[in-house]
Each structure stands twice: as structure tokens, then as C-alpha cells.
């Protein structure tokens, strides 16, 4: 199949890797020219436009911010010069708003549009080990499914309004996020009592908490090892202001979300955005002296 | 060996059973005589007094508030009247202030005391599965070890001051009541967009949260099953509230605890205090609008 | 003084009726022709076009939502209309950032911007009593301040960047809904315990709290009397995430602000929106069992 | 009338001293000697032993903790002795289980108990000028109301269970944190923002908080002057902690009031224990990077 891929970054290039892998006549362009360069030994066409990149049956894009998007072109112009019965696959978590606003403007220019964000780290994208949570109409979905099969371990089709699919994943990160804060508030609290954290955490994460969440994020704490970030504070502190602005869109108070979020600030303030996220147990620590 | 065992409710019941049939000769008292009878049945001696229950090498208790310990004298005159080098392990989750002034009540009157609260339902006590949680003088964890290891899949020492065994036991129920929220909140977010919070919980605990506590309260959740109470609310409660007093001693800032203790008493009022603690994830909905 | 206005709300028609007072020449424009009527029979001109009322030398607006400033223009193609010369006064209480990106625009097309939002209620508007908070240029904010003392008892300068007097505003907002949710809470603890509301209220209102906010918001809620809204809860929820907004952009925590917007959410739910937004304070009481 | 006066600290001696100015015969004792002797100079009668003190018509008492009420013996022993009729009239703020308690070792012993916790800082009670809060039974405290209309420019009686007074006080105190987490969060975001926080204090407090809490707590944020401490944090942190206590008992989720308490956990831990509670401005602006 023709296919293109926008946004060749940690996570964009693994999956772009596993798309080549399969067979597939994969045409990419990012910004900078790095990880084009790898993709292209490996048989990848490198797209002089990003236009180019729209002339397959299927175009992924894996770009991480709003702006990004924007700046692309992929939220207006350019979705006007793609090729008939193009579907595009997002597979970057954005904001439900954008979402939204993003099919909208897809649906304006007869583009199809899948939100396919997923679970998992740069490591598990080349793996090929992702969660993908899917969303979009039947006909695009089912166009696209194999190929996210190819990426992800799981494909779980949530709705067919593709800000569905990002709405599932921001709840899952906010559930992240405090699982890490409740493992700080926990962890301080036995250390002030003279309790060896690692003890704490390592029966607990063989038991009640026996899963990946908990034993790697807490390990992490237990440690303090933040340090190189597989999900960076910033990041996840976006994820959760995302949770909390779809939260205000819907009317569901999310009072853990909100607390996670300020300890987010109050990292940042400390210096630990672009540390990993689990470093929110450092800042508990300190807040009880330790 | 000859052992004492106090208090028979659904968690005393399952682990005397386990010592009566490792082999031990075991006499229990309970206030009500219903499990008592049980228990006679399979070969325990019943005694007709607290007293009796003292007279052993070790003596078990399990009573459920710490009123129940100061009226069967278990903080003061009875211990006057134990066997000399008896070893009292008591298995109850109580309040760290609480289990120190037990430790010194017992030293006092030289009765070795050992805490160690169990993590697990009726069903697991049962079975000889609970993950046992032990803090107390060296010689006395030895003494009663071989025991602990009879009725509990895990036996974990975590220090020789008996409140410490009580501290990671309240800590580690925060985190559940942490995770129960943190599911509320989620799943309340992706149900009022439209996502099926089955699907939701299916998916990520089958990932990044596949272990028990996601597994089990999640899905009591998403099915609204709150009854038969595995754990009832005011129990959890309880539990938060111990972390809370215990944050409050070592001076640890516990928001998300307090946080989860206010929705506890909002579900209190609610009238769930009898149902099982998953049901403030019910609140979560009902706060919004679900 | 040739004076344009824009935005006749209950708080505007206040406004322009005390500018029309002071003698000037005042062109009105409204999105609906009620109040314009009324300001004509005091002697104002009626325009036909929001245009007309940028032909002055002062234009004031005050309307209600960052979309309104849109539809009307005032974020755009008006301003390249103006009469050279003119200075803009938003009135309106709008979010930090819309500011900024106004204050641009109206850079951009060299119009000066000044931003004066109000502290009071429509009767205060009225009666010319307005806590008004200025921010812009020495230049605009020179021309303008003759103007703002007829229609306010105080006229603040808190900056020359206009964005600064709209966080001044959403911050005070905030504190004001702070105070709403400490009476809540405080009056739901007092009823339980058997103490009449009314007389915990008039002591404090009287002494330490002797103060229009306490006085006022704490009677609404003993009475719990909440309309017809002096300021409805959706507009303070609005204001209370616009100081949210702020914190998140300039990295400042502000859990208690995150704690009453989330209790506004539940308010809205429980279908308080247009309720006088002390109607928190019944939120709270419903949360006891009161 | 012939009254007695135990507790000579800093608000007991003020107390004191207006109680002799009235021209009633006291007897005072106190733990150490300093307070004592400033009041016998002035016509007071130094007792030799607590017992002494409640051998008048009435006793007052002001001290500052549970545990000191209790090696005095007024919780028991001490009250056996008491001069019948003797009405013992409490100042101080306890918890609402504590007054509970005391209420009925008074009744068991015949002596009258009423509570008067007071507002006002030391300078307050030396003039005379005390918010006193009462409740008692009505031969209790219709017999020391004169009295109390001596030590208080306003006295009100608010049940006929004594700890109702108790609640009180803390519902109130819990008003005043909730004022001062306030602006801490307020004045942190507008400094952020470039505005100067004195401008922002000095216009609300002088508009719509215009009244002493504001005025004062704010001045000292704004200065960032907590020392010498009016009402140092531990005390404030307690009378919090009481109000979340009585929470609990009566069944009222107190959300602001543990956010409150937590921040006082942090302040402690930052070393702000003795300092005035105002200080907990400080720890807020620090959370935000001033």
C-alpha cells in the first residue's frame, strides 16, 4: 500500500519503521532532517513537501504539539491538495477540542480522519507493542486496522468521533498521574515513619499493584532516578491539563486530576520539567522534609 | 505449639482454621459464639475466658476497633495475666498512635508484641493467602514467623517498632482508596463523551493497570456492583483517616488522602457507608451528572 | 467629550447612562435595540453600525464574552475604521490571554487599548460607585481616567501592559468565590453541630468579616436566597477558570481555585448555573446531608 | 463576687486584669510564676495550689492545651473539690470531643461547666474588646454573663452544650486560614502577572474585604512580616485540625479545610511552625517561584 508518515519523532520514527517493515511503499518528511536520513536506508521515499506525503491511500502523522499541526498545514491548506479518498491517521494525543475541530476540518475537504493515539513508550513503539485506541468513522477505521495491527499489540476501536479516541487517552494518563502522586503521598509517608521505601514498594507491586504502572513509575521514586525521562514532567502535566479542559467541556469535576495538575506546576517551578513525570514523588518528598 | 487466638470475624475465622490444621493446639474466644462453634468443630479448644486464650506460647487477635481491644483488656489488666514468654501478634489494622501505646502497654507487663496487619479479603485468609505485614522485636518476629508463614502467601518484617507494620499497612490502603478515585474520576470523564467505560477499564487493565486492584474494584465499578461488600466504605475510611492521623505525626502532607477521606464522608451521607469502598467511584458519577 | 459606546448589558447601560450624565456626546450601538432605546430618550445618538461608535475620541465596550468582541469586530477589521486617535476601554472582564492577543490588535492598527474591568454589581454600575482597574499606556490611560472617575468611586492603575488589569480582576473574583466556599464549609460544620447559621454569620459579619463580601454572600447563603443572581455561578465559574488559565500560564499553583472551580462544576450539575453563585454554599450544605 | 483564675498566659493575663479592674476578689494560680505577680500587684490573691481557685463562685480558665487542663486536674480529680455551686467557665479552644468529654466530668461531679472560647489577639483581650462565644446551660451562663461582658465588647450565646461554643471558635478559625490561603494564592498569581501586590491588597481590602482579617493577614503577606507572630501556625495548624476532627464526627466533607491543613504541614516542614500563620502566604508564593 502507498502510504505517508509526517513527524519522525521518538515515537513517530519506531512506528514508521514497523509500517516499512511490513512491506508497505512509505513515503515520510519531517522537519528536521535526522531521523528522514535513518527511514531513508531503510527504503523509505523522503517527501521534499509534506504534500507529498498525502498522495498515498493512507497518511499518518505523528506530530506533538497543536502548532505543529497547524504550521503543517494539516488542519486546513494542505488537506485541499490531497490525493481523493485519502485517510489520514493522528496518532498524537491532542486535546478533544482540537479533535474536534481537526475532523471538522478534514470533513470540509472530504479527507477521512482517524484518531489512533496510543499507550506506550519510544521502546514499545519499536517494538510494535502499542495500545492504540481508535476512533472514526466505519469506512476509515476499517480501512486503517491492519496497519495499526502492524504497529500495536492492541487495537481497540472506542467511538466514531475521532476526539473520542484522544478523550480515552487522556483519561488513561490523568490515571498515570495519580497513580504516581498517590505512590509519593505513600512512599513519604512510611520513609518519615522509618519504613525502607524499597521494601514498601516492592510488596506492593508484587501484590495488590502487580502491574506495569506501579512497578515502573515506582521504581523510579524509589530510586530517584528521573533521569533520562521516558515521559517528561511537561508532557505529562500537558496530558493532564487536557484531561482537566475536556473535564470543564463535559461538566465532570476531577478534583484528583486538579491536585495532580498543580503538583505539575509546582514541579515545573522546582525544575523538573523535562525530568520524568515520576519525579512528582521527589516534590512529595520534599514538601514532608525528606 | 500452643496457641491463643482472639477475635473470630471473617478474617480471624479463615487464618485460625489454617493454624488449627498445620497442626497447632489452639484455644479461641470470640464474644459472639457462633465461629467459635465452627472452629470446635475442627478440633479447637474453646476457652471461657479472654484469659485462657493467654496461657499459650502465642496468642493471635484480631479485633476489629480498638475499642474492642481495650474491653477484652487486651491493653492493660489481661496482659497481667499471661503465660510468662507469651508473644502476642496482633493481625488487626490499627492506628499507629494506637499500636504504639499497645507495644508499651505489653512491654510494660513483659509480654512480647508483634504487629502484623494482613493485606486481603476473607476469601484469601481462607486460603493461606494473605500478604502479611510484620513489625516487632527480633526475637519475637522469630518466634512467630514459621505461624505468619502458614497462614499468608508473603511474610514481610519491616521493622522492630510493632506501629511501623501498621503505618505500611494504612499507607498501603491509601494507595487503594487512591487507585478507586482515580478510576471514579476516569471513568465518570470518558463516559459523559460518549466512551463505553467498559471498554475504557478492559483495555487499560489489561496493560498499564493489569493487576488486582485495577482489575477487581474497576469492574465492580463500571458494573455499579457494590454489594456484598467486600470491603465495606466505612472501613476504607477508617483506613484513610489512620493515614491521615499518622501524615498528621510525621508531619506528611497527604492532599490526595484528604481528598479521597472528604468523598468518603460525601458517600457516607450518600448512604454507602455499608457498601463496598468501589462505590465512590458511584459518587464520581452522580457528582457528574451520570 | 465625543464618546462612542458598545455593549448595553445591565452593567453597560449603567455605565453609558453615567457617561451621557457627565455631558458628553455619546453614540450607542447594541446587538438588540432595547437598551439603546432608553439611552436615546436620555440624549444619546443612536448609531447605525458599531463603526459609528469608533468615530469619537474614546470608544468604551463592555461585552460579556470574548466571541461578542469577535462578532462585533473589535478584535480586527473595526479597528482599522477608527477615527485616528481613538482609545479603546474594554470594560469587560475577559481572560488574560484574549488581552494580550487584543492589546496586539489594536496595536497593530494603531488604536490605543486600554483595559478597565469593574468590581460591582449592576445597582453599583449605576449609581457610579464601580471599583474600576485600569491597565495601558500612560498615554490612553491619561485620556481616559477623567472618564473612568464619573463612572467609578476608585479608579486603580495597575500596570501599562492591559492584560494586567484583567488578571487583577479574575484574581479578585476568585478571592470572592474563595470566601463563598469557606462560608459554605464553615456554616454546613456549624449546622451539624446544632448552631443556628444565622447567628455564627452575624457574629463574624460583624467583627472580623465585617465586610461587603461576607456581609453579603454569607446572608445569601443563611437565607439561602440565590436569585434572582446578583452574579449568576456561570460567570463566576468563568472567572474563576480564567484565573486557572492564568496560574497555568504564568506557573502558579492555585489549588483552592481549582477547588471551588470543580465545585462549580458539580453546582452546574446540580443545575445551580444560573443561581447567584453563593448558591456554593448550598452545594456544600447538600454534601452534609443538610 | 469572689472568682478564681487559673492559666496566666499571654490572653489569661489580659483577661485577668479586666476581671480585678471590675473589682471582683480573684485568686489566681498559674504554672510559673512571671504572670502571677504582675497580678498580685495589681490586688490579686495568689493561690498555693490550683484548688485554691475553685473555691469561689466561679473559675476561669485559659489554658493553652488538652494536656494541661489535665495535669491540673480540671478533667477530674480537682473538680471533687470545688467550692458547691461553683460555675467553671472555660476561655480556651479545645477540640469539640474534648469539650464533650469535660462537660460531662463536670456534670458527673456537680460542678457547672460553660464554654467561652474567645476571638481577639492579646492587645484585644487587654482592652477588653474579645468576641466571646458561650454555651452552657442557662443557670450557668446566665450567672457569668456580667462577667463576660467585662472581658468582651460582644458576647453570644450560641447552645446549651458547652462544646457547641468549641465548634464554633474552630469553624471560625478555619474562616480565618481560609482567608489567608486565599490571598497567598491571589497575591501569588498577580505578582506573576507583574502587578504590584500591595496595589491588589490595598484595593480590595479597602472595597469589597474591607474588614480586619483582610486588612491585617493581607498587610502582613503583602510585607511579608510574620514575626513577631500574632497567632503563631502550630496554633492555627491545631484549631484547623480540630475543625476537619469535628468534620469527621458530625459527617462534613471540609475540602478547603484540608487543603488549609495540608499547606500548614508544608509550612512546618519549611520551619514557619512559630512564625505567624500569615505565613502560610509565603510558602504559597514560594510554591509559585517568588
Not at 33 to 58: D, F, M, N
Request: net charge neutral; glycine share 12%; charged share 20%.
Amino acid at each position: 500500500m502507498k502510504i505517508g508518515f509526517i513527524g519522525l519523532g521518538h515515537m513517530g520514527a519506531g512506528v514508521a519503521a514497523n509500517i516499512l517493515a511490513a512491506g508497505h511503499e512509505l513515503t515520510v518528511w519531517n522537519r528536521s532532517p535526522g531521523p528522514v536520513k535513518a527511514l531513508a536506508e531503510k527504503g523509505a521515499h523522503v517527501a521534499r513537501s509534506p504534500e507529498e506525503a498525502l498522495q498515498g491511500e493512507i497518511l499518518f502523522s505523528m506530530l506533538a504539539t497543536d502548532n505543529a499541526v497547524r504550521e503543517v498545514g494539516l488542519d486546513g491548506a494542505l488537506l485541499a491538495r490531497a490525493r481523493p479518498g485519502l485517510v489520514h491517521v493522528n496518532l498524537a494525543t491532542i486535546s478533544v477540542d482540537f479533535a474536534r475541530r481537526l475532523a471538522k476540518a478534514h470533513a470540509d475537504r472530504n479527507v477521512d480522519y482517524v484518531a489512533a493515539p496510543v499507550f506506550g513508550r519510544p521502546d514499545v513503539a519499536a517494538a510494535g507493542g502499542l495500545t492504540v485506541i481508535v476512533a472514526g468513522s466505519k469506512a476509515g477505521v476499517g480501512k486503517v486496522r491492519p496497519l495499526l495491527e502492524r504497529i500495536g499489540r492492541r487495537v481497540e476501536t472506542v467511538g466514531e468521533a475521532p476526539e473520542q479516541a484522544n478523550l480515552f487517552k487522556v483519561a488513561g494518563n490523568f490515571m498515570l498521574a495519580a497513580a504516581i502522586e498517590s505512590m509519593g503521598e505513600a512512599f513519604a509517608l512510611v520513609r518519615k515513619g522509618g519504613i525502607d521505601s524499597r521494601v514498601f514498594h516492592d510488596v506492593l507491586s508484587n501484590s495488590l499493584f502487580a502491574c506495569p504502572v506501579y512497578q515502573g513509575y515506582g521504581s523510579a521514586i524509589v530510586a530517584e532516578k528521573f533521569e533520562p525521562a521516558g515521559f517528561p514532567l511537561r508532557l505529562g502535566m500537558k496530558d493532564v491539563g487536557l484531561a482537566l479542559e475536556a473535564g470543564r467541556d463535559f461538566s465532570v469535576p476531577l478534583p484528583l486530576a486538579s491536585l495532580v495538575y498543580n503538583h505539575c506546576v509546582e514541579a515545573t517551578v522546582a525544575g523538573f520539567a523535562d525530568k520524568d513525570w515520576a519525579s512528582l514523588g521527589k516534590l512529595l518528598a520534599t514538601k514532608a522534609g525528606l
